[in-house]
DNA sequence: CTTGACCCTCCAGCTACTGGAACCCCCATA
DNA sequence: TATGGGGGTTCCAGTAGCTGGAGGGTCAAG
């Protein structure tokens, strides 16, 4: 199958496609015309790829599930400390956000928006406490 | 003042400051032995973007930002456009690492983390559907 | 035979820095 | 006066995860 189908089926775009084989992630052989090859085993493991991508692993985490899903012995031991990591660090950012959030939700409020020139989003950027 | 003490009042690292030269976000004069000779008001700009960054604000933001704020003429109108657009995005970003976190807590609680090959992540993972 | 939709590779650029090499400068001490 | 250490300087390269574009080959339809 073809680059543009497996894209379609995937729900990932050619150029993505193209850099997960450069960094080896897959390795789909290649017709005689030097077109890429995909297997169903390809397009599974790109679809595999897309799905953990969008959970947020990074491209490693996505590396080392993908070789834990392949490899039929291993301990969900192994899967679940990583997949825990990335949960701790989502909850992490998702705190960090709430408090940007917070802060400049209140600093919106608190401006008139309007055409004076008096503005508290500015002020505040001025002497906000050093993070 | 040196780049070094600038960088302990304004929570900078040197390298970023020199960062922010470069592209032209502050732009102190130098003493005669090429270093840096920053002034008060660039040390309060500095300030100001590191402040600004860690609300999460681009450096464009910061750009727009820290030209508004040097107009004192310019409408607090046009500075809460900047923040609001920005607070959207967040509010975007954290309800999507929510339901990262929401799908990723699942699995993990539904998976047993011990020596057996069976894991719920990783069959998830092959079938969820596309985001 | 041409057209247009594919496919290929390679190179550059994006964000916002960060690390490192190679070098210069200033001050204090032996 | 030499020297050592802790500043400073520039420039180059790399990070993550793609994305855009140039310049070219391939294939099926008309």
Known sequence: MNIGE????SGLPPKTIRYYEDIGLVNPPRDTNG???FRASDIHKLSFLGRARALGFTIEDCRNLLALWEDKTRASHDVRVIAKEHLTQIEAKITDLQAMRDT????VRDCAGDDRPDCPIL???ETLPKP
């Open 104 to 107: 400049l939700s209140t600093l």
């Open 35 to 37: 077109y890429r090859a």
């Open 6 to 9: 497996v894209a379609q089926q």
């Open 123 to 125: 002020q505040k950027l």
